[in-house]
């Protein structure tokens, strides 16, 4: 099984600044994704990944995927509070040219921005 | 409708007893997940339903859960004689194709707390 590790699991970082989550995969992905959620609340899409080497930004955060298809990072340029809650990495697992289709997912990064 | 809709949004129930979760997707997406998070914890993969395929239930912790898919649209996730670690929010989401190209889209999950 599609086994992903996130890291750090929990991150306190200043208003203003950058900072980076990685969630590195057992296997090859067929393909990542990142998703946001507050507490309570249901999981928001982020970014989809999909092909070696591809990089999706959206506002200040940036996604991407390395070449061999196993290590994805998320990285968030000049944070706001606005960016706290927790960050899910979730993977399609790669099955001979297609995928499971279905997601499994990391546990999770906690960040909280400090104003 | 324009989002994934799940029911109850809480649900309180004494050990012991049945409870019935409800998921109404998107309009149009053949596939459906059930997924479990509970407390600090990543998202634990339930049940996944494609068109008319068998479903896939390989996540179900124990023969207590179930669930149904009618019509190929609303799902409903059954667990009989609730115990106290079932305490976790349950998460549905819908995908145009099994592939997840679409996307997946979360719904706001039901809270069930066991007491």
């Known amino acids: 099984s599609q086994e992903l590790e996130q890291s750090p699991q929990s991150l306190i970082v200043q208003e203003g600044k950058n900072l980076t989550i990685n969630c590195t995969s057992s296997?090859?992905?067929?393909?990542l994704y990142w998703y946001k959620q507050k507490y309570g609340e249901g999981l928001i899409f982020l970014m989809m990944?999909?092909?070696?080497?591809e990089e999706k930004s959206h506002e200040k955060i940036t996604a991407k995927l390395d070449e061999k298809k196993q290590q994805s990072s998320l990285h968030i340029t000049a944070s706001q509070p606005s960016h706290a809650g927790i960050y899910l990495c979730?993977?399609?697992?790669?099955?001979?040219?297609?995928?499971?289709?279905?997601?499994?997912f990391g546990q999770g990064t906690i960040l909280t921005v400090h104003p | 409708g324009a989002g994934v809709s799940q029911s109850p949004s809480n649900k309180v129930t004494e050990k012991g007893k049945d409870v019935e979760l409800r998921c109404d997707p998107i309009?149009?997406?053949?596939?459906l997940y059930w997924y479990r998070q509970s407390l600090g914890q990543g998202l634990e993969f339930l049940i996944y339903?494609?068109?008319?395929?068998?479903?896939?239930k390989s996540g179900l912790p124990s023969d207590r859960f179930s669930a149904e898919r009618t019509g190929g649209s609303v799902s409903t996730l059954t667990i009989q004689r609730t115990q106290q670690e079932d305490s976790a929010v349950y998460l549905c989401?819908?995908?145009?194709?099994?592939?997840?190209?679409?996307?997946?889209?979360f719904g706001s999950g039901t809270r069930l707390t066991v007491v």
């Open positions: 309009s149009g997406h053949t596939a």
């Open positions: 339903f494609q068109g008319n395929s068998a479903p896939d």
């Open positions: 990944l999909q092909k070696g080497g």
């Open positions: 296997k090859t992905l067929y393909g």
């Open positions: 979730g993977a399609e697992g790669y099955a001979g040219g297609t995928s499971y289709g279905k997601l499994t």
């Open positions: 989401a819908s995908s145009l194709g099994g592939t997840g190209t679409g996307g997946y889209t």
